[in-house]
């Protein structure tokens, strides 16, 4: 992977040399600020104001951390398979696997009504940069800064929800640069309508992840609900009849979670030695963990199949993020668009490239300790974050709005609340074997005699601490979490459940450490970057993106193949070709195509493109993305990138980079000739009950 990666680097890589001069089809665009000149230049394509409220108003956000897109006017949602596969998870038992057999709901009757998600559909966008920043005066403390900064963002938050009744999130921008107010309609009644199997949504499984060719169905499709019926939508996107074709530009309108490009060398190096090489040894250590866990039993497998595809999916994404900052060529490209910006922005005073070291010196002495007790590193147990949770949800509630961590925000309890009451199954030995392993990570990064480390443990190894957790925690009735929540502060404090006094045990340290975080490590940097940023637009405009921040955005790029290797790589893929890559694996999983298909293969058309390639600019978030056409109609939905655009995380370039797309014509052919799903196809053709 790593040999694949620095073969992107040869001299015709162009990294953007300042951050307004963007190749041609980079870009994570914000829908207030569309790229117009660009796609005119290069695409002779008009945006219009029309063409964009429509679809924003059409793309979806989900709270599981993907994106998706309205497809029918009655509320119909499609998304990523491996998105949706945690509702999947939740409404499967012992008896019922769906994410391994698939499930479509031929009536309405029959769609199943999802636990604990939501829906996020972007209504609104306003500027608040001047409201936020006249909250922090010059010459304020960073401490006293960050507490200003948190109180405004939160109090602006809720008068926007009363005001508006919308869910309002105050989105910080070109790393502190500028805040915009994002106002959000909330679907929370959302049923499962169909989802293949596993075996097609991830055909090819690990090895073919990240990978180009592909041939995967990775679809799911739900529906929102309102006051019990189909939610009645006016923006949602139309089939296109034909689908994408070589050379056509497209459009992808969906939620990058984080990008990187806008950052320092010290923090990039910061990444690459410490931050990306932590993350991979332990999601290394959870992958083996829940592996081993898996093969005890087809019961585990199934328990865990979830969670574990996450884990190796961040585990092969993080090698090769750490991959692209390993390569000399950019760290080198990167060091010289650094100089020619600080060249060109003259003096800044005080130096924000020295601000944000200095801050990055700051969290190099607390980043095991905060990783361990604040980010829960050594606590990886769905029922340690509830109690965590409730802990904070009494301390937090009792102070004002404008005081509280960020995460209890009165705009922002109805979704906390959706998760901390969620009916979800918990599975009691999986929780142990996690626990029992992060406890003993703990001492392995905190050493034995650690004071800290030894009150966790009270006297007992990390696997008898952990079993005894688990086994007299009261946390897994929803009921008494709702009492426990109810009684706020004086409950939390009266309760004897030892999930609770853990969290209450650890929960001063981990504030400390979040107290040093905010105020030492993340205010000066906020501060550093706007002045970066302030001096950018002064000097180019406001002709460049921000970094991802998990909300919607605008990428578009050319549907084309690339070269690798001496190889030409075509931009689409087949039906047919599925059966060939099943066949030359001898059909042996991740290699092995359903039974159904098997079955249907006389029926099915097997010329019809499966999955293609654009230029997109696209990154982790984008995964249920939809892809549409010059027209707005729907001709894919993003599922992936090809190995070469784990670099996009740092610079974006489209020598061989693409975005992996589900192809729409096999969305459809699947449909009626696999699954009998002739009223689902009809929906998105827009002739229901044909």
Known sequence: MARLLTQLIPGTLM???????????????????????????????????AWMTHLMHSAVRFNSGGSGSFVSADGLVMTNHHVGAGALQKLSSAKRDLITTGFYARTREEELKCIDMELNVLVDISDVTAKVNAAVKPGMPAAEAQLARRAVMNTIEQESLKATGLRSDVVTLYQGGQYHLYRYKKYTDVRLVFAPEKEIAFFGGDPDNFEFPRYDLDITFFRAYENGAPAKIEHYLHWSAAGAADGDLVFVAGNPGHTDRLNTMAHLEFLRDRVLPDQLTRLRRREVLLRTYSEQSLENARRAQAELFGIENGRKANIGRLAGLQAPAIMAAKQKEESSRRALMGNITPDPWEAVATAIKINEKIYTDLGLLEYGGAFNSHLFSIARTLVRLGEESAKPNAERLREYRESNLDSLELQLFSAAPIYKDLETVKLSDSLGMLIEQKGADDPLVQKILAGQSPTE??????LDTTLADVALRKKLADGGKAAILASNDPMIQLARLVDEPARELRKIQEQQVDEPMHQAYARIAQAQFKALGTSAYPDATFTLRLAYGAVRGYEQQGQKIPPFTTIGGAFEHAAAHNNVPPFRLPSRWMESKSKLDLSVPMNFVSTADIIGGNSGSPVVNRAGELV???????????????????????????HSSAIIEALRKVYDAGALADELQGHPGK
Do not use: C
């Open 636 to 662: 894919g939905i993003i599922f992936d990138g090809n190995i070469q655009s784990l670099v996009l995380d740092f610079v974006y370039t489209s020598d061989m980079a693409r975005a992996v797309s589900v």
């Open 15 to 49: 990294v953007m040399m300042l951050a307004g001069s963007s190749s041609a089809d980079e870009g994570m665009w914000l829908f207030d600020h569309p790229p117009r000149e660009q796609l005119k230049k290069n695409y002779n394509f008009d945006v219009t104001d």
């Open 465 to 470: 601490r952990a079993a005894k957790l688990i």
